[in-house]
């Protein structure tokens, strides 16, 4: 089992930056791929942005590319997304993922198989 806790959340204005954490317990976080997924009001989850075991390869979607940053600490146990510029169409919560099998460049949220519980980041125009 992997026990993964989401925070950094809140509330900023068109434009601003958030730093989020997940922070894992329960296994070696560095055998897991970790992702983030989003879900807005009214919409379906979908996928925001993943890392590969080591750190070196990252994945984005197309709409947070080049405004998002995803890294991870594997020393601590903790992934982090970088979001910059952001817009309000950003607002949702924002859930962490890991899996031990999926590949970092799979955007499906039915191959994770760890969820954290989610932070809510609104964005005000």
């Known amino acids: 089992q992997v ?15 958030l730093r989020l954490s997940c922070a894992a317990s329960g296994r070696t976080f560095s055998n ?12 379906e989850r979908e996928f925001v942005a993943a890392i590969s075991r080591s750190g070196s390869n990252t994945y984005y979607a197309d709409s947070v590319k080049d405004r998002f940053t995803i890294s ?5 146990n903790t992934v ?11 607002t949702a919560v924002y859930c962490c ?26 964005v005000s125009s």
């Not at 099998?101 to 969820?115: L, P």
Request: glycine fraction near 12%; charged fraction near 20%.
């Open 97 to 122: 993922a890991a899996d031990y099998s999926v590949s970092y460049y799979d955007t499906r949220s039915e191959r994770y198989d760890y969820w954290g519980q989610g932070t809510q980041v609104t």
């Open 80 to 90: 982090y997304p970088q979001m910059n510029s952001l817009k309000p169409e950003d």
């Open 72 to 76: 991870r600490d594997n020393a601590k």
């Open 3 to 17: 026990q993964l806790v989401a925070s950094g959340g809140g509330l900023v204005q068109a434009g601003g930056s």
């Open 32 to 43: 897991y791929v970790m992702a983030w997924f989003r879900q807005a009001p009214g919409k």
